[in-house]
């Protein structure tokens, strides 16, 4: 069973966020958006729909004029479906997805998880079709299988039994609201059974420190080294940040146990191939951010297949504290996990953790609030088309709060920087369709006078780069200034580093009328238009988005579309067009 959207109502800044559906080109859905525009409300309101309402959540979460309510719709795979009962697999054969709901306006339906009315109807209206009155049932003789009919003693206890498998089915919601919980620096063995950080510890490594009460001095000191080497290994193995060139700058776990009869302890400490060690709450707070983060979620044994699909993970403004390499690590991590199967939901207002190369950019779903609304939350192309935007990128920057280009790019990329989001979508889509080598990474600058301010940001730091620019009166304007006042009229440095697609007004002209006829527009061209003219007139955002998504299909384009693109695409790898 799969999230496929979610709407929360009356959850802090939230009267109605509206639908929002997760991403459908991967595992991870990532809300960007500015601080208290209302991200943690959104993934609040999430755990209450699986965990129900706790403490915290009553005082701090729900609104005073209204009560919380949270709609998940969830998928039904073939697994799900396919039950030894064979009544309950003709119910389950007939639905494709699941409505459930947690909370009422008027405060009730708080207890538990709910389905729709309309899913409900539809499983009685099959239960019904399945059960014969019991006065109607064929006799069996001895030994004969009873009919499928005659399984279930009435509709309303079929129509139950499938109502509380569906709720069984529902993931497991891990929410990291905080990582107040971790590893201490000292603690009485005796204590351990309380304490959650250290039992993921014992977890993780197989081990419990209670062992230990009985060792001699010998056994003790072999216990301790294996848990350190453990220990030390995996450190090492999610945190690479380092403090010196040296190769052997590694971390290492100093776990020492102290027997003293009632007051035996642990103590956990650090130290970087040195004599210094520090207690686990002297570390930064990055440090101790990043370890809860591994501890916990290896100890929910994610690491493991079985386990993946079983897991929709909450992380709100995950690696706070870290500098930008570490922050670039944990989302590493968050991306392996999601390959692996587990759904990720986070939040965050970081550039380091908005993922802008390939695809991930259709994992933005852009969380924001106004005055009448409330938090809303938009994927880039609805939010684009309902408040007139020339790009949909524009407001994901500001909401990013990214104040320079420079947080985007790296180093062992090849920048090119675009007009819109909506080349960043075509030119990712046939880099993929025509197998270009080379780690290219499309910068959407929103709009042809930011791409201007971006060249000369980048030529100013003399970052290597290269730019591509319409052909529209804009772009050949942006040009000229580019050539007069940056390049100082050097045509031939212009030319390696800008190109303008001359005889195309937008990106969307370089399809033949057939391909884009046929694969972008899906529908018949109007004649005598342009390609570029269309587009505008029919959410040019979304045409780029949903090609980028059917790229992996059976798709064949014209010579004329892919020597248009192979052009670009020799440019930017050779510097000829």
Request: charged residues 25%; aromatic residues 10%.
């Amino acid at each position: 069973m799969r999230l496929q959207s979610f709407e929360v109502y009356g959850v802090k800044s939230i009267l109605d966020s509206g639908k929002c559906h997760l991403s459908e080109t991967d595992n991870v859905t990532v809300l960007a958006g500015q601080n208290e525009a209302g991200k943690s409300g959104i993934l609040e309101g999430l755990d209450y729909f699986r965990n129900g309402a706790n403490e915290k959540f009553n005082k701090l979460s729900v609104r005073y004029d209204t009560k919380p309510v949270v709609t998940c719709t969830f998928t039904l795979d073939e697994e799900d479906k396919n039950h030894e009962d064979p009544s309950i697999k003709t119910i389950l054969s007939g639905l494709d997805t699941v409505t459930t709901f947690r909370g009422a306006e008027d405060g009730g339906k708080q207890d538990k998880i709910y389905l729709s009315d309309e899913v409900h109807e539809r499983i009685s209206e099959i239960a019904e079709k399945l059960v014969v009155p019991t006065s109607q049932q064929p006799t069996t003789t001895e030994g004969e299988e009873p009919p499928v009919a005659a399984i279930a003693e009435s509709a309303e206890q079929l129509t139950q039994r499938v109502t509380d498998l569906l709720t069984d089915y529902i993931p497991d919601f891990i929410f990291y609201d905080s990582f107040s919980d971790i590893l201490p620096g000292e603690i009485l063995i005796s204590e351990i059974p309380n304490n959650k950080p250290v039992q993921d510890f014992e977890k993780i490594f197989g081990i419990k420190f209670s062992d230990a009460l009985g060792y001699t001095a010998q056994q003790l000191s072999v216990f301790q080294r294996k848990i350190n080497d453990k220990a030390s290994l995996d450190l090492n193995g999610y945190w690479k940040q380092t403090q010196t060139t040296e190769e052997d700058d590694k971390y290492k776990f100093d776990v020492n146990i102290n027997l003293a009869g009632d007051q035996s302890k642990v103590e956990f400490m650090i130290h970087r191939n040195d004599d210094s060690s520090l207690f686990m709450e002297q570390k930064s707070k990055g440090f101790q951010w990043f370890n809860a983060f591994n501890l916990r979620l290896k100890a929910l044994d994610v690491d493991k297949e079985e386990n993946y699909k079983t897991l929709i993970i909450l992380i709100d403004e995950p690696g706070q504290g870290l500098h930008e390499a570490a922050q670039k690590d944990v989302k590493t991590v968050l991306d392996e996990i999601a390959i692996n199967g587990a759904q990720i939901v986070y939040s965050t207002h970081n550039p380091s953790l908005i993922g802008v190369n390939d695809d991930e950019i259709l994992r933005i779903r852009l969380v924001y609030q106004t005055r009448e609304e409330g938090t809303k939350i938009k994927n880039l192309a609805q939010f684009s088309s309902a408040h007139g935007s020339k790009d949909a990128l524009s407001p994901i920057i500001t909401a990013m709060g990214a104040n320079h280009v420079g947080q985007f790019l790296d180093e062992t990329k090849t920048v090119i920087i675009v007009e819109g989001v909506t080349d960043h979508y075509y030119l990712n889509a046939m880099k993929k369709y025509l197998d270009i080598s080379g780690d290219l990474a499309f910068i959407p600058a929103c709009g042809a006078t930011n791409a201007k301010t971006l060249i000369a940001i980048l030529f100013g730091w003399r970052q290597t780069f290269k730019a591509i620019l319409d052909e529209g009166s804009m772009g050949k304007g942006i040009l000229r200034v580019l050539k007069k006042y940056l390049y100082k009229d050097n045509e031939d440095g212009l030319e390696k580093q800008i190109m303008v697609l001359g005889g195309f007004d937008g990106i969307e002209d370089l399809f033949s009328k057939n391909d884009f006829s046929t694969y972008v527009l899906k529908q018949a061209m109007p004649v005598g238009k342009k390609n570029s003219e269309i587009a505008k007139t029919n959410k040019k955002e979304l045409l780029g988005r949903f090609f980028l998504e059917s790229i992996d299909g059976e798709i064949t384009l014209d010579n004329e579309t892919k020597d248009n693109f192979n052009k670009i695409f020799d440019w930017i790898n050779n510097g000829t067009a």
